[in-house]
């Protein structure tokens, strides 16, 4: 698309979102509450709020839902305006980080002591709430990246979920030669393609070596990188894929994974809410996961995933946020948004036996797993993350320039390092 049509894309989203937020005059307990869940990602947040508001009456709390797209174009132009919405939905790592340098957010330090949330969430989940000693965020979810399948495929072709990449390569060849289309992949917004760069970087370099990409310790021409590329490519020229990726979103690849027409997509667990909620798929029926397959028994495994939050405008109404955060903190809500979301509470006051048997096993493997790590995009500051989707698209579309591809992106992130903005 020509970049003076995504622009004005972007103001008819930016102003369109601006207009949807409603007014409130100041001292009011009216709140707004602004997030993503929407489409394909609806569930859990409107039983949230409206749980609330029917036990606190003294406040009026409006969820404002916006399309996953536009909610990343806008949330920036509104927080620099000064208008933002009370509270709104983010996601933890490098995103959050990047507001809190910005002097966007307000501290909910005193939310945070006074519900003993430091005996409620896990210390990995603390820390991915505290920016420059304070905490900034609220966990809502934990979501978990992995392979989803088609049960009645992977019977059909006596399939079992692979345990090591030979056996995930020879489940690809079965698959092709019987004429189904391995792996479903929507990379039309850029984002779901990272996740085979996580993993395929993390299951061959390891998370440490990730940890100094992400942070510009290393550049993007390095030969673990390179590797990653190769290996991809070999993925993508041996026909695994489905034809032009980037045409489709995430909904439409998981779609081609419930009508049969794929057998499996790498995606996060907020394809549970779809295939339960909007599909009808019945869990460990028509549909399961197998985690990312090892490729070099020397590395140690790393689960992926995002853990979304509730973030407080530092020009809202800061002062009057706290019963909801609180309120959203507590098992009755964690486990609302559960349910409707298809991801994990990051809580560990959720007993496990609440979760499906299907989330039950997800949850054993994300605990059994040594290492956690956020996806690309919420592990590297928002700027470089930016280059690096546009360089996994271009990839995505003509896998051979890898190499050139590599060289311009490193280029443009070690110029950000150096001098970041």
Same mark, same amino acid.
């Given at each position: 698309?020509?970049?003076?049509?995504?622009?004005?894309?972007?103001?008819?989203?930016?102003?369109?979102?601006?207009?949807?937020?409603?007014?409130?005059?100041?001292?009011?307990? /009216?709140?707004?509450?602004?997030?993503?869940?929407?489409?394909?990602?609806?569930?859990?947040?409107?039983?949230?709020?409206?749980?609330?508001?029917?036990?606190?009456?003294?406040?009026?709390?409006?969820?404002?839902?916006?399309?996953?797209?536009?909610?990343?174009?806008?949330?920036?132009?509104?927080?620099?305006?000064?208008?933002?919405?009370?509270?709104?939905?983010?996601?933890?790592?490098?995103?959050?980080?990047?507001?809190?340098?910005?002097?966007?957010?307000?501290?909910?330090?005193?939310?945070?002591?006074?519900?003993?949330?430091?005996?409620?969430?896990?210390?990995?989940?603390?820390?991915?709430?505290?920016?420059?000693?304070?905490?900034?965020?609220?966990?809502?979810?934990?979501?978990?990246?992995?392979?989803?399948?088609?049960?009645?495929?992977?019977?059909?072709?006596?399939?079992?979920?692979?345990?090591?990449?030979?056996?995930?390569?020879?489940?690809?060849?079965?698959?092709? /030669?019987?004429?189904?289309?391995?792996?479903?992949?929507?990379? @039309?917004? @850029?984002?779901?393609?990272?996740?085979?760069?996580?993993?395929?970087?993390?299951?061959?370099?390891?998370?440490?070596?990730? /940890?100094?990409?992400?942070?510009?310790?290393?550049?993007?021409?390095?030969?673990?990188?390179?590797?990653?590329?190769?290996?991809?490519?070999?993925?993508?020229?041996?026909?695994?894929?489905?034809?032009?990726?980037?045409?489709?979103?995430?909904?439409?690849?998981?779609?081609?994974?419930?009508?049969?027409?794929?057998?499996?997509?790498?995606?996060?667990?907020?394809?549970?809410?779809?295939?339960?909620?909007?599909?009808?798929?019945?869990?460990?029926?028509?549909?399961?996961?197998?985690?990312?397959?090892?490729?070099?028994?020397?590395?140690?495994?790393?689960?992926?995933?995002?853990?979304?939050?509730?973030?407080?405008?530092? /020009?809202?109404?800061?002062?009057?946020?706290?019963?909801?955060?609180?309120?959203?903190?507590?098992?009755?809500?964690?486990?609302?948004?559960?349910?409707?979301?298809?991801?994990?509470?990051?809580?560990?006051?959720?007993?496990?036996?609440?979760?499906?048997?299907?989330?039950?096993?997800?949850?054993?493997?994300?605990?059994?797993?040594?290492?956690?790590?956020?996806?690309?995009?919420?592990?590297?500051?928002?700027?470089?993350?930016?280059?690096?989707?546009?360089?996994?698209?271009?990839?995505?579309?003509?896998?051979?320039?890898?190499?050139?591809?590599?060289?311009?992106?490193?280029?443009?992130?070690?110029?950000?390092?150096?001098?970041?903005?």
């Amino acid at each position: 698309m020509h970049p003076a049509i995504n622009a004005l894309r972007a103001s008819v989203l930016i102003f369109t979102c601006l207009l949807a937020i409603p007014a409130h005059p100041a001292g009011s307990d /009216q709140l707004v509450f602004l997030h993503y869940w929407t489409g394909g990602l609806k569930g859990g947040i409107h039983e949230m709020v409206r749980a609330f508001n029917q036990t606190n009456p003294e406040y009026s709390v409006t969820a404002n839902g916006f399309d996953h797209e536009a909610f990343k174009v806008s949330i920036g132009p509104m927080l620099a305006g000064g208008t933002p919405p009370d509270m709104f939905s983010y996601w933890a790592g490098a995103k959050v980080h990047a507001l809190v340098k910005q002097n966007y957010l307000a501290p909910i330090d005193d939310v945070w002591s006074k519900a003993g949330l430091d005996n409620v969430f896990p210390d990995p989940v603390t820390r991915s709430c505290t920016y420059f000693g304070h905490k900034y965020a609220l966990p809502l979810t934990q979501h978990f990246v992995a392979f989803f399948y088609n049960k009645q495929i992977f019977d059909k072709h006596d399939l079992t979920p692979p345990a090591n990449w030979e056996q995930f390569i020879e489940a690809c060849d079965k698959l092709k /030669q019987a004429g189904v289309t391995p792996i479903a992949l929507g990379s @039309r917004e @850029r984002w779901p393609a990272q996740f085979w760069f996580d993993y395929l970087l993390l299951r061959t370099a390891g998370p440490k070596y990730r /940890q100094a990409l992400m942070e510009g310790r290393v550049s993007y021409t390095d030969p673990e990188v390179k590797r990653v590329f190769k290996i991809w490519k070999s993925l993508l020229h041996a026909g695994y894929f489905n034809v032009s990726p980037n045409l489709l979103n995430w909904t439409d690849a998981t779609k081609l994974v419930h009508s049969g027409k794929a057998a499996m997509t790498l995606m996060g667990t907020w394809c549970i809410g779809l295939f339960d909620g909007q599909l009808d798929w019945k869990q460990g029926e028509d549909y399961d996961f197998f985690q990312f397959p090892a490729k070099d028994e020397n590395v140690p495994m790393t689960a992926l995933g995002p853990i979304d939050v509730a973030v407080v405008s530092r /020009q809202g109404n800061p002062d009057k946020v706290n019963a909801i955060l609180a309120y959203f903190s507590a098992p009755g809500p964690q486990m609302e948004m559960s349910r409707g979301s298809g991801a994990l509470s990051p809580s560990r006051a959720i007993p496990p036996s609440f979760y499906t048997n299907l989330q039950q096993r997800i949850l054993n493997v994300i605990r059994e797993t040594p290492h956690w790590a956020f996806n690309y995009d919420l592990a590297t500051p928002p700027q470089v993350a930016d280059l690096g989707l546009n360089a996994l698209k271009e990839f995505v579309h003509n896998p051979e320039e890898y190499n050139k591809i590599l060289i311009d992106l490193s280029n443009k992130a070690d110029a950000y390092f150096k001098y970041p903005r």
